[in-house]
């Protein structure tokens, strides 16, 4: 499978996790909901990885990369999103998040000498624009919610969001060289996932207040959280990572920013509330784009 697709299907399970992790987060809290999610995907790839014997092609050079990169990317990376989200609401932080596209395609350029030229480079500004416009734009004028609301600092919201989209660019593309010399891409999510859960375990045992539960975990909490896990960190990071092995890193990042406008017909399907008129431009846009890329 061309590493294109994969990345379009990671966004593609991105976007339909987004459906079983909206009630057990609003419940459980962000922090103590992604901790149970990344203990359940950690499960889920380590299981993978034993049966498959892949765990066997990691050395120790390759552990210590990984466990940066999963401290880095899903750890701090995810922190940070889930703090910009606090402030601005997810409508803005998905603008902000979606400028990882952009910082991959410069850092990729920079220290890989990747280059995206023709109508590659063409098709990619039209992605990143499209995206950005579904989510800035993507409101209905009937659509009010407490989420819109601006809380604390602006600058600092901003900067939370451009934090975590840094570190998404930075935990994905300093994988690029390891991915390339064949690296098993599940045993590789295993070890991100369990580094990043192991600095959420030592976070909630720090006493920080704010790693705590709201809630207790029901069964229905559990199932939809493990759904999410499998379809969004196990199945997702693992396209990503295998979509390195032998794909542009700039590129792979760039299509795999989609997510938001791929959950505009999700959206429509569960709910029945049809996407403002803002959300069709750029959806239109981003399939324009992905069409000049492929």
């Given amino acids: 499978m061309r590493p294109e697709a994969m990345a379009l299907m990671a966004a593609g399970c991105w976007a339909v996790s987004s459906l079983f992790s909206a009630a057990p987060a609003q419940r459980l809290g962000a922090i103590a909901f992604s901790r149970w999610r990344m203990l359940f995907a950690s499960v889920i790839l380590w299981s993978m990885a034993l049966a498959s014997g892949g765990w066997r092609g990691l050395d120790t050079a390759a552990l210590a990369l990984l466990a940066i990169s999963g401290v880095v990317g899903i750890f701090i990376g995810d922190t940070a999103l889930f703090a910009c989200m606090n402030r601005l609401g997810p409508r803005r932080s998905g603008v902000l998040f979606a400028t990882h596209a952009i910082f991959s395609a410069v850092l990729a350029w920079l220290f890989l000498s990747e280059t995206i030229g023709g109508w590659a480079l063409v098709g990619s500004a039209l992605l990143v624009g499209g995206v950005m416009m579904a989510v800035l734009w993507g409101k209905r004028a009937d659509e009010a919610h407490q989420w819109e609301a601006t809380r604390g600092v602006l600058l600092t919201g901003v900067l939370l969001g451009l934090v975590a989209a840094l570190c998404q660019s930075v935990a994905t593309l300093m994988l690029k060289p390891l ?116």
């Fill in 179 to 294: 991915m390339s010399t064949g690296v098993d891409a599940v045993s590789a999510s295993a070890t991100r996932m369990s580094m990043a859960l192991l600095a959420h375990v030592v976070l909630l045992a720090s006493g920080w207040a704010p790693a705590r539960a709201r809630a207790p975990v029901r069964w229905r909490d559990a199932v939809l959280t493990c759904l999410s896990a499998a379809v969004a960190m196990a199945l997702g990071m693992t396209l990503i990572l295998r979509a390195m092995h032998s794909g542009q890193a700039g590129l792979v990042a760039i299509l795999s920013s989609v997510t938001p406008v791929l959950l505009l017909p999700l959206l429509w399907l569960v709910y029945r509330r049809r996407p403002a008129a803002g959300a069709w431009a750029g959806a239109v846009l981003a399939v324009a784009g992905t069409a000049l890329i492929l």
